[in-house]
């Protein structure tokens, strides 16, 4: 896989430095001291060991005890190793897997009697949970340690300072846990780090993921630190680099600044200091997520460089001429700095290239031929994210272009690559990954895909391949994950296609239309996956029976698989680990209480009792559920329940108020029948997502909403709420909240017609909707409603609202889609909607607006002319009808409401100005045009130029 450089950078490091003088003695028959097994069965006595791994530790020799280590000759208890590495190494990073596996992780009280060990020398405690407890002070007392390791382990606070007095120290790791952690690291705080001067011996250095108070104290510290090998501080928060003039840490051959601020906090990119070219031992570097400038001087001075990350540093094509002279680079991570084609000539030289990451540069057109050479040395391409299009290169298609055929790892995701899925790609016998997700491979697969023996991930999601899937694909014995969704597939899916896939964690086929997974009902496959999504695929019409013996599924999307079933008895004792349940869209019968009561119970007990397994999300949308909501699904600790388009009748139960990390509540599209519960703003603040749309709800707005501050969708169209729109609504802060495709820019195509689209995973986390439509809501527009900045839908259409639209409408920058129709408000339409860019859909018809619609680029190109119906005295281009007459009696004569009054006003009177004299010409249009919408418009608008002539 795609190890980060700091894996590579650890097992380079323990390879070579494992020895800390003592072997591991468990079959030898030394036996141990009794004042060593006393003091350990006490430090045993204060630790919570939820899962016995401490259960060996009985009896006189402590030496044979798991995790005990003994000096060979004396006996002493020297290495205490309850380590716990419970991550997988899944994808780019390791992932620690809180929710279901916490109970493996020691913690508890860590008992003085330690210090009693006398020749204690290794310590290593990471990877567990303290639950935010200091580091005790008497670790100062464990003079004799050389290898400290609390990486990872939940520890907070302030590290002691008489750490300081572990003179002897080699090894220090007080790092957080590296890569996307679900679950806490650790919380350590460090205010001066003066005391870490005095480890004359320290060789390696672990920091990451600490705030260090005190940068600049950290750096006159470290640069006391001579025979230093390795320095790790990634994530701290850094935002300056500071200038030695003499740099004492020379012996460094692995430093790890990834992911801090350097040069961000400024207006101007930050130099790499030039002490860094006195480094001259370097061997790992990653300056990665910084933001450095003007690599030249100093990264070519460094010849021993082996990995080198400078991703996402926009330093432009001219880093590639100071790497072109690094011979020795073997790891080369370039992701997100504006490289072109045009430049990569310039790796030529780099004979020991083998991983070289590209992702997010400028890569644009045809893969020049010329790089070939450069290609075909490399064991890991990752080309994804760039705009390469056109065929595939010829070392992709034709391995034999290369004079010896090294790819093992080949990414190019998002792409606009077009070709055939090539026959060749079979011949690369090394690959283990292919990953072209988002890419525009079209055609079938190959059959031939059996003979990549060595495949592991097979991810080609979203491109435009079809046919069936061959069934040699089920020959890959080493396959762990097949994502083929959301391709053009038709056929039938069988056993054949499992046959060897005893190895597969993770299967995805959803969005086929045309493809149906048809097995027998009494095959079982051989593999234990974690994932499974066939949403869109035809599974049904039964319920897979196969699913009864998957044990370890953490996530099951089954959504829209034409399944006719009732929801099988055995379905609770594979969702025991599971975080994501969706079996929305199908025709699953019977009432819910049957399902959560007799189905899920187990669940429910589990997660009461152990407080660990736990379901993230249980999506039952779109089935034909009826009767009232158990209230037993408030025992859940859940964040996603989606239970809309249901039959769903009776209240919310009150057992929701339980439900206080609920993240999204969709209870939309039921018959529910409920005063509108404030308990929901009182009790559910984490909130995302509320629908209650198109129940019976009835009631005034409670202003106990508004404490949900974290809101980013709320609809409560169509029910029977009546009173006014709180203007604390102008207070949800959802905007703060920077979604994953916003980090890029993008932005989501969500609206059609002013209607959203449906939410579908993650996506929602980019939209921002406020749709109370279709209620008895009375009052205006409270203007704070306009500090809603990220809003891109509001619909208020269809209540019996009045005055003006807020002048302050156009601070809604993002908005994308507007309705106002079938109200009763008034006055003028403020010119600043027209600077709206994004809006796509805006109706205002059947109020009663006056006036002339505003002019501008977008309301230019909204020009539907029933957008603006049902407004008699509204006036304009859009609508043909012309505005003529001074004006002024016109705007006095409305009223309307609010202190928006003044500025709508003076924001037309530059449209009244001088088009009086075409009044009468345009009269009768204006007339004729009125005739064909409305009466009572008509009356009006004669009433006003009765008054006027
Ligand atoms: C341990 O003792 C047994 C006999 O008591 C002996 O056979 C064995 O060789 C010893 N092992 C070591 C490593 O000394
Ligand atoms: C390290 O360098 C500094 C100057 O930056 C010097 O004052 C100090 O004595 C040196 N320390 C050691 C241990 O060599
Ligand atoms: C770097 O090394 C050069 C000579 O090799 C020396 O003159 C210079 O002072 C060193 N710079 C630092 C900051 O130590
Ligand atoms: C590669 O090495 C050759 C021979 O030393 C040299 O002529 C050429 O300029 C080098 N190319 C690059 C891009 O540095
Ligand atoms: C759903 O399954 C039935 C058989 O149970 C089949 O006749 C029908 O075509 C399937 N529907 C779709 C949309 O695939």
């Known amino acids: 896989m795609n190890y980060h450089p700091f894996l590579i950078l650890l097992l380079l490091v323990f390879v070579t430095n494992l020895d800390v003088g003592f072997t591991k003695t468990h079959h030898s028959n030394t036996t141990c001291s009794e004042n060593d097994q006393k003091a350990l069965i006490e430090f045993k006595n204060g630790l919570i060991d939820n899962s016995n791994r401490l259960s060996s530790w009985t009896g006189q020799n402590c030496c044979k005890w798991d995790g005990v280590f003994c000096d060979e000759k004396t006996g002493n208890v020297v290495k205490i190793d309850l380590h716990y590495k419970n991550y997988l190494l899944d994808g780019e990073y390791p992932q620690r897997v809180f929710d279901?596996?916490?109970?493996?992780?020691?913690?508890?009280?860590?008992?003085?009697?330690?210090?009693?060990?006398?020749?204690?020398?290794?310590?290593?405690?990471?990877?567990?949970?303290?639950?935010?407890?200091?580091?005790?002070?008497?670790?100062?007392?464990?003079?004799?340690?050389?290898?400290?390791?609390?990486?990872?382990?939940?520890?907070?606070?302030?590290?002691?300072?008489?750490?300081?007095?572990?003179?002897?120290?080699?090894?220090?790791?007080?790092?957080?846990?590296?890569?996307?952690?679900?679950?806490?690291?650790?919380?350590?705080?460090?205010?001066?780090?003066?005391?870490?001067?005095?480890?004359?011996?320290?060789?390696?250095?672990?920091?990451?993921?600490?705030?260090?108070?005190?940068?600049?104290?950290?750096?006159?510290?470290?640069?006391?630190?001579?025979?230093?090998?390795?320095?790790?501080?990634?994530?701290?928060?850094?935002?300056?680099?500071?200038?030695?003039?003499?740099?004492?840490?020379?012996?460094?051959?692995?430093?790890?600044?990834?992911?801090?601020?350097?040069?961000?906090?400024?207006?101007?990119?930050?130099?790499?200091?030039?002490?860094?070219?006195?480094?001259?031992?370097?061997?790992?570097?990653?300056?990665?997520?910084?933001?450095?400038?003007?690599?030249?001087?100093?990264?070519?001075?460094?010849?021993?460089?082996?990995?080198?990350?400078?991703?996402?540093?926009?330093?432009?094509?001219?880093?590639?001429?100071?790497?072109?002279?690094?011979?020795?680079?073997?790891?080369?991570?370039?992701?997100?700095?504006?490289?072109?084609?045009?430049?990569?000539?310039?790796?030529?030289?780099?004979?020991?290239?083998?991983?070289?990451?590209?992702?997010?540069?400028?890569?644009?057109?045809?893969?020049?031929?010329?790089?070939?050479?450069?290609?075909?040395?490399?064991?890991?391409?990752?080309?994804?994210?760039?705009?390469?299009?056109?065929?595939?290169?010829?070392?992709?298609?034709?391995?034999?272009?290369?004079?010896?055929?090294?790819?093992?790892?080949?990414?190019?995701?998002?792409?606009?690559?077009?070709?055939?899925?090539?026959?060749?790609?079979?011949?690369?016998?090394?690959?283990?990954?292919?990953?072209?997700?988002?890419?525009?491979?079209?055609?079938?697969?190959?059959?031939?895909?059996?003979?990549?023996?060595?495949?592991?991930?097979?991810?080609?999601?979203?491109?435009?391949?079809?046919?069936?899937?061959?069934?040699?694909?089920?020959?890959?014995?080493?396959?762990?994950?097949?994502?083929?969704?959301?391709?053009?597939?038709?056929?039938?899916?069988?056993?054949?296609?499992?046959?060897?896939?005893?190895?597969?964690?993770?299967?995805?086929?959803?969005?086929?239309?045309?493809?149906?997974?048809n097995v027998s009902s009494n095959w079982y496959p051989t593999f234990q996956v974690k994932e499974i999504g066939m949403t869109s695929v035809n599974v049904g019409p039964n319920f897979p029976q196969w699913l009864q013996k998957q044990s370890i599924l953490d996530t099951l999307i089954m959504s829209d698989a034409n399944i006719t079933d009732m929801i099988p008895n055995w379905l609770s004792n594979i969702t025991l680990f599971m975080t994501t349940l969706d079996l929305s869209v199908n025709k699953l019968v019977g009432g819910i209480s049957v399902l959560c009561d007799a189905q899920f119970l187990k669940l429910i007990d589990l997660s009461k009792n152990l407080n660990l397994e736990e379901l993230r999300s249980l999506n039952l949308a779109d089935n034909s559920l009826e009767g009232e909501i158990p209230s037993s699904l408030g025992d859940l600790t859940i964040r996603f329940l989606h239970l809309q388009k249901n039959n769903l009748q009776g209240k919310i139960p009150l057992s929701f108020q339980n439900l206080t990390w609920l993240e999204r509540l969709d209870l939309g599209e039921n018959k529910l029948k409920d005063v509108f519960p404030t308990w929901i703003g009182e009790k559910l603040q984490s909130l995302e997502l509320l629908r209650l749309n198109s129940n019976q709800f009835y009631g005034v707005i409670p202003l106990e909403l508004c404490q949900i501050s974290s809101l980013c969708w709320l609809n409560l169209a169509g029910n029977n709420l009546y009173g006014t729109i709180p203007s604390c609504f102008g207070n949800f802060s959802c905007g703060t909240f920077r979604g994953p495709g916003e980090v890029f820019g993008q932005r989501v195509e969500s609206f059609m017609k002013g209607i959203p689209l449906e939410y579908v995973g993650e996506q929602i986390l980019l939209l921002r909707i406020l749709d109370l439509s279709e209620n008895k809501l009375v009052g205006g527009i409270p203007k704070e409603l306009t500090k809603l900045v990220y809003l891109q839908y509001l619909n208020l259409s269809r209540n019996s609202l009045n005055g003006s639209i807020p002048k302050k409408i156009g601070d809604l920058k993002q908005l994308e889609s507007l309705d106002l129709s079938h109200n009763k408000l008034s006055g003028s339409i403020p010119q600043s909607l027209a600077s709206l860019n994004y809006l796509s859909y805006m109706n205002l018809s059947y109020n009663n607006f006056s006036g002339p619609i505003p002019t501008g680029n977008q309301l230019q190109s909204l020009d539907d002319q029933s957008f603006y119906v049902g407004n008699p005295r509204l006036c304009g281009i859009l609508i043909k009808k012309s505005c003529n007459g001074n004006g002024t009696s016109h705007v006095n004569e409305q009223t309307p409401q609010g202190d928006d009054h003044d500025q709508d006003v003076d924001e037309h009177k530059w449209f009244y100005a001088g088009i009086a004299p075409g009044f009468c010409v345009g009269f009768l249009g204006v007339l004729f045009i009125l005739y064909k919408t409305r009466n009572r418009g008509v009356v009006h608008v004669f009433q006003c130029m009765a008054r006027r002539l």
């Open 100 to 517: 279901n596996h916490a109970k493996n992780f020691l913690g508890g009280e860590l008992s003085p009697s330690l210090v009693k060990l006398k020749h204690l020398s290794y310590l290593d405690l990471s990877y567990n949970y303290f639950s935010s407890i200091q580091i005790p002070p008497f670790f100062g007392l464990l003079m004799n340690l050389r290898f400290l390791n609390l990486s990872c382990a939940g520890f907070g606070g302030y590290i002691p300072k008489n750490l300081g007095n572990l003179s002897r120290l080699e090894h220090l790791y007080l790092g957080g846990c590296y890569g996307y952690v679900i679950g806490p690291g650790n919380d350590f705080r460090v205010d001066s780090l003066s005391w870490i001067s005095k480890f004359s011996s320290l060789k390696f250095f672990d920091l990451s993921q600490l705030v260090i108070e005190d940068t600049k104290d950290l750096w006159n510290s470290i640069n006391m630190l001579p025979s230093l090998l390795s320095l790790n501080l990634e994530g701290c928060y850094l935002n300056i680099l500071p200038s030695f003039t003499q740099v004492n840490f020379t012996s460094l051959s692995s430093l790890n600044i990834h992911h801090n601020a350097i040069g961000m906090s400024f207006e101007n990119s930050s130099i790499i200091p030039p002490w860094f070219s006195n480094l001259t031992r370097l061997m790992n570097l990653d300056l990665g997520q910084n933001n450095f400038d003007d690599p030249t001087n100093v990264l070519e001075k460094l010849s021993s460089l082996r990995v080198l990350d400078v991703s996402n540093n926009g330093f432009g094509d001219s880093l590639l001429s100071s790497l072109s002279k690094l011979n020795n680079l073997v790891y080369l991570d370039l992701l997100g700095n504006d490289i072109h084609f045009s430049s990569l000539h310039l790796l030529g030289n780099l004979t020991s290239l083998s991983v070289l990451k590209l992702r997010y540069n400028v890569l644009k057109g045809l893969i020049p031929e010329g790089l070939t050479s450069i290609f075909c040395r490399l064991s890991v391409l990752d080309l994804s994210d760039n705009e390469i299009s056109g065929l595939l290169p010829t070392f992709i298609r034709d391995p034999s272009s290369c004079l010896e055929n090294r790819l093992k790892e080949l990414y190019m995701g998002n792409t606009k690559f077009s070709d055939f899925f090539p026959e060749g790609m079979s011949m690369h016998k090394n690959l283990e990954v292919i990953d072209s997700t988002n890419s525009l491979l079209y055609g079938e697969i190959p059959s031939s895909i059996s003979k990549l023996s060595n495949l592991r991930f097979l991810r080609i999601s979203n491109n435009k391949l079809n046919g069936s899937i061959p069934s040699s694909i089920g020959q890959l014995s080493n396959l762990e994950e097949l994502d083929i969704s959301e391709n053009l597939f038709t056929g039938i899916v069988s056993e054949l296609h499992f046959a060897k896939l005893s190895k597969l964690m993770k299967l995805h086929l959803s969005k086929n239309k045309n493809l149906v997974l």
